[in-house]
């Protein structure tokens, strides 16, 4: 059994998978506000990065969800089952650029963790392309992460 967070323990590649259409869901919103509201000297660098990370996220929430409709699973498709499923939480609209960044990064840093308790999740159950799927998110959010805490310095 796979532990992800306090809310709740992952117990089958559905519900992990599912727990990711959440928070991809999520941080898709996250970043729309983040893209929409960033203010200061950093404005144009980081609007075009958040549109871009956006953009992303979108594919790979779409690429866990009709992973999960192959394995004959049922992805949430509301706004309510996102936020009851997801490890991460929503902005709260008052981050400055700075926390803005420092908040996709722990984001990302927690998605990354759970895919990565994904892929052994997946190699004990033999399903290798859920596998292959979680280690490819997992190195492009790592990616990500490095760029993000390049930028903070």
């Not at 399903?127 to 310095?153: A, C, N, Q, V």
């Amino acid at each position: 059994m796979a532990k992800t967070s306090s809310k709740s323990k992952t117990t089958t590649i559905e519900q992990l998978l599912n727990q990711e259409v959440a928070n991809l869901n999520v941080l898709y919103v996250k970043l729309h506000n983040f893209h929409w509201y960033v203010k200061g000297e950093h404005f144009f660098t980081l609007h075009a990065k958040f549109e871009e990370l956006y953009d992303d996220i979108t594919a790979k929430m779409d690429e866990v969800a009709e992973r999960l409709l192959t394995i004959k699973g049922s992805p949430a498709a509301t706004m309510k089952e996102y936020l009851e499923l997801a490890t991460i939480q929503e902005a709260s609209g008052s981050e400055d650029a700075r926390k803005m960044v420092q908040i996709l990064i722990e984001d990302f840093a927690t998605v990354a963790e759970e895919m990565h308790e994904g892929i052994h999740l997946a190699e004990e159950a033999g399903d290798h392309p859920t596998g292959d799927l979680f280690i490819r998110i997992k190195s492009d959010l790592e990616k990500h992460m490095w760029m993000l805490r390049s930028y903070l310095g």
